[in-house]
């Protein structure tokens, strides 16, 4: 199952609403070249253990995890500060990761995913960005 196509973000108060432009049974990437030469780029990815193997029991699926990972990747050209006229390409990302092990199920990681979501408001994001902890 995959998420809408095309999905929406939005950067700075402007949506954007990027298509879909790659995918495979773990990934899917969605991609918008913006103007003036920004690209933004969401890549949705999960990897889970293969736990069909292990043995049942007391110690069965303990040290195997699971990972959903969103990020978003943001790249621009921006000026220099120390030559008039001439552009630098910079980029950033953000990224949120699930890290769970098998033993406990999805929406385990989605309430503790929730509870980090409600507590990165703008205010606290702001804060973390500038170098408090």
Known sequence: MSFADPTSITYAGASK???????????????LSDTGGVV?????SHAFA??????SGKNAGQGQRNRAVARLTR???VADPLATGQSLPSSMSATFT?????LLTA???QALGNALVAFLSSGN???LAAGET
């Open 17 to 31: 609403t990027l298509p879909r432009t790659g995918s495979s049974a773990n990934e899917s990437i969605y991609r």
């Open 40 to 44: 933004y780029e969401l890549r949705l």
């Open 50 to 55: 293969d736990i069909s193997g292990r043995q």
């Open 75 to 77: 790249n621009a050209l």
């Open 98 to 102: 699930m890290d769970f092990p098998v």
């Open 107 to 109: 929406a385990d990681a």
């Open 125 to 127: 994001l702001l804060k």
